[in-house]
């Protein structure tokens, strides 16, 4: 086995070719759950096997201490557990069965950490087709993950968290292939990265994704808090509506080495799972940060009006459209002194009328809209639409709201648009400096706001208008005929040479 270091793209290179396995039998859509549960369990196989290996070089020949030792380890992986278990019987029958059971009992030894984290998956599935076909895919599925170049062992990858990333770019792929259902567990990492540096998050911090999809908005906030702090002391919390995206949550958590983490399975809105030790009280957070799905329909409107938890205290959202059913959840989770909130939001939160119109002119009156920040389109998967940032502060230094228009400025792509460093760093330099920019930035006060009826549509406060150059009249008609000039002295250039060859009368 080599020993050899690897670097992020032969990972991610070996894991991508890895799903040649399913292409043209099934869809993209379901495979991702078997590639990304497969890389999962070879990274803690062969660390748990590198891990074993040093202990037998330096206890020798004691099976019970060495197994006694491992047991203290950051995870347990029982026998007959591992990946290389599966991979010595991968050309008997059953391959899938044996999987399930593995999983099953990785489960079992883990506790809460990976509890009921793999109970959404099957590998023994009529899915992958009958059962010759099944146990074939499969095998070639272990083999590809078998290689060499898939030696995830800790003397190979080092301290780089390439196999945090490599899930992660896993996912942006799978999610960049998905379409719609993309939105639903993946927000671009530029997108993520303004958020977690615009909130600056801090040691001690408690942070929260409401919306967590695959956890990627709460990693990018932890790493946050070592870059501000050189701190792990923060913890991270979460909640994810769809059981599968939940499973990815917990196992992108387990990858990144981040431990101090609650995620919650269920829907946010109808059944709020991180509450207080009576269970009778939302858990208040420091930051509060979320990508939720745009306009939901069926978000939970019928039980809203007597919501347990006054959260709708504000109005109850439209039926059909839940985006302030989020922010009115995310609001009542910010703590009383620190907390400071960003959330991902259709343009139509910023001027729809009737019930939001109300909702968003209480919040503006509380004094809790800090910025507003309008982002490029087709900056999102599963949707061209432009979105927008709201960042609120429950302690805010003035009653002034800042309005910057990111919409012009970004990475044209074919399907998707992206946002570069550069346009990152412009859009924290001008949120930090808090002032008027010409055509960017706008800061606006209570009043003014008022004046436009609470409406926060951008092009009302940030002239992006350009003027067109004057034409200089003048200078058009001398070049005309400068230009006219020059030709008629070709045209008689050229019937002199024509005449010189004859054809000319």
């Given at each position: 086995m080599t020993t050899n270091q690897i670097n992020q793209d032969d990972i991610n290179k070996a894991v991508w070719n890895a799903?040649?396995?399913?292409?043209?039998?099934?869809?993209?859509?379901?495979?991702?759950?078997?590639?990304?549960?497969?890389?999962?369990?070879?990274?803690?196989?062969?660390?748990?096997?590198?891990?074993?290996?040093?202990?037998?070089?330096?206890?020798?020949?004691?099976?019970?201490?060495?197994?006694?030792?491992m047991s203290k380890q950051r995870f347990v992986l029982p026998?007959?557990?591992?990946?290389?278990?599966?991979?010595?019987?991968?050309?008997?029958?059953?391959?899938?069965?044996?999987?399930?059971?593995?999983?099953?009992?990785?489960?079992?030894?883990?506790?809460?950490?990976?509890?009921?984290?793999?109970?959404?998956?099957?590998?023994?599935?009529?899915?992958?087709?009958?059962?010759?076909?099944?146990?074939?895919?499969?095998?070639?599925?272990?083999?590809?993950?078998?290689?060499?170049?898939?030696?995830?062992?800790?003397?190979?990858?080092?301290?780089?968290d390439i196999i945090g990333n490599a899930y992660e770019y896993l996912i942006k792929r799978f999610a960049a292939g998905s379409g719609a259902t993309a939105g639903e567990y993946y927000t671009p990492p530029e997108v993520s990265t303004l958020l977690a540096t615009v909130l600056e998050p801090v040691e001690g911090d408690q942070i929260c994704d409401p919306c967590t999809g695959s956890g990627s908005l709460l990693l990018k906030c932890g790493a946050m808090v070592r870059k501000n702090s050189g701190s792990k002391k923060y913890a991270l919390f979460g909640q994810e509506a769809i059981g599968s995206t939940w499973a990815l949550a917990k196992m992108n958590m387990f990858l990144h080495g981040e431990d101090n983490h609650r995620?919650?399975?269920?829907?946010?809105?109808?059944?709020?799972?991180?509450?207080?030790?009576?269970?009778?009280?939302?858990?208040?957070?420091?930051?509060?940060?979320?990508n939720p799905p745009f306009s939901l329909?069926?978000?939970?409107?019928?039980?809203?009006?007597?919501?347990?938890?006054?959260?709708?205290?504000?109005?109850?959202?439209?039926?059909?459209?839940?985006?302030?059913?989020?922010?009115?959840?995310?609001?009542e989770t910010l703590k009383p002194e620190t907390g400071r909130m960003g959330?991902?939001?259709?343009?139509?939160?910023?001027?729809?009328?009737?019930?939001?119109?109300?909702?968003?002119?209480?919040?503006?009156?509380?004094?809790?809209?800090?910025?507003?920040?309008?982002?490029?389109?087709k900056l999102f998967f599963g949707t061209g639409i432009p979105a927008a940032i709201l960042i609120f502060k429950k302690h805010k230094t003035d009653n002034n709201v800042l309005f910057i228009d990111a919409s012009r400025e970004f990475k044209s792509g074919k399907n998707q648009n992206q946002l570069t460093p550069d346009n990152i760093q412009k859009i924290i330099d001008t949120y930090k400096a808090r002032k008027t920019t010409d055509k960017y930035s706008y800061l606006?006060?209570?009043?003014?706001?008022?004046?436009?009826?609470?409406?926060?549509?951008?092009?009302?406060?940030?002239?992006?208008?350009?003027?067109?150059?004057?034409?200089?009249l003048v200078a058009v008609r001398t070049e005309r005929v400068q230009l006219k000039n020059e030709l008629q002295t070709l045209e008689t250039e050229m019937e002199g040479y024509l005449k010189e060859l004859g054809y000319g009368a």
């Open positions: 799903c040649d396995t399913f292409r043209g039998v099934i869809s993209a859509d379901t495979y991702k759950d078997f590639i990304l549960t497969m890389l999962f369990l070879k990274y803690i196989s062969d660390v748990y096997k590198d891990d074993y290996n040093k202990l037998t070089e330096q206890y020798g020949d004691n099976p019970e201490l060495i197994n006694a030792m026998e007959g557990a591992s990946f290389w278990d599966l991979y010595e019987k991968r050309f008997e029958a059953g391959n899938g069965e044996r999987i399930d059971k593995a999983l099953h009992a990785l489960e079992e030894a883990n506790g809460s950490k990976l509890k009921n984290v793999f109970q959404d998956i099957s590998f023994n599935t009529d899915r992958l087709g009958q059962e010759k076909q099944k146990n074939d895919l499969l095998r070639h599925l272990l083999e590809d993950f078998g290689k060499q170049m898939l030696d995830l062992s800790p003397k190979r990858v080092g301290d780089l995620i919650e399975w269920g829907d946010t809105i109808r059944h709020p799972q991180l509450l207080d030790k009576d269970s009778t009280g939302l858990l208040h957070f420091d930051v509060v940060t979320a329909d069926k978000w939970g409107h019928d039980d809203a009006e007597n919501d347990p938890y006054g959260r709708f205290r504000r109005g109850v959202p439209p039926k059909t459209k839940g985006d302030y059913a989020f922010i009115s959840h995310m609001i959330v991902v939001v259709p343009h139509g939160v910023l001027f729809r009328a009737s019930t939001e119109g109300k909702i968003r002119q209480k919040l503006i009156e509380e004094n809790l809209l800090d910025t507003v920040i309008g982002l490029p389109e606006t006060s209570f009043d003014e706001i008022k004046e436009n009826d609470f409406n926060l549509n951008i092009p009302r406060y940030v002239d992006t208008f350009e003027e067109e150059a004057k034409i200089d």
